[in-house]
């Protein structure tokens, strides 16, 4: 079960596109993005595959963002490691 309040306390790049979150209830998860952004046709999305341009994230209030909030996600997402359906996943494959 997901808490009510939920933050991200730290991250760290593990990979290409993963990244280690350490949430404030103890959880750790490691998140690999390359899917969701290999997967993407916007092309805003996909300029994320740039390393430099990955490596410009940060933690801003609890959550992880990118840019001006050019990228970020669902907390939940993030903590279940579901950025991408699984549905979505079989299809590209």
Same mark, same amino acid.
Not at 9 to 28: C, I, K, Q
Not at 45 to 54: K, V
């Given at each position: 079960?997901i808490?009510?309040?939920?933050? =991200?306390?730290?991250?760290?790049? /593990?990979?290409? #596109?993963?990244l *280690?979150?350490?949430?404030?209830? !103890?959880? /750790? $998860?490691? /998140?690999?993005?390359?899917?969701?952004?290999?997967?993407? *046709?916007?092309?805003? =999305? *996909?300029a #994320?595959?740039?390393?430099?341009?990955?490596?410009? #994230? +940060? =933690?801003?209030? !609890?959550?992880?963002?990118?840019?001006?909030?050019?990228?970020?996600?669902? =907390?939940?997402?993030? #903590? $279940?490691? +579901?950025?991408?359906?699984? !549905?979505?996943?079989?299809?590209?494959?």
């Amino acid at each position: 079960m997901i808490p009510a309040t939920l933050n =991200i306390t730290a991250v760290e790049s /593990v990979g290409e #596109y993963a990244l *280690r979150l350490s949430f404030d209830d !103890g959880t /750790v $998860q490691t /998140v690999d993005f390359k899917s969701f952004l290999s997967l993407s *046709r916007h092309p805003d =999305i *996909r300029a #994320y595959l740039e390393p430099a341009r990955f490596a410009t #994230y +940060r =933690i801003e209030y !609890g959550e992880l963002v990118w840019g001006d909030y050019d990228l970020c996600f669902p =907390i939940s997402d993030l #903590y $279940q490691n +579901r950025l991408v359906p699984d !549905g979505v996943l079989k299809k590209a494959a």
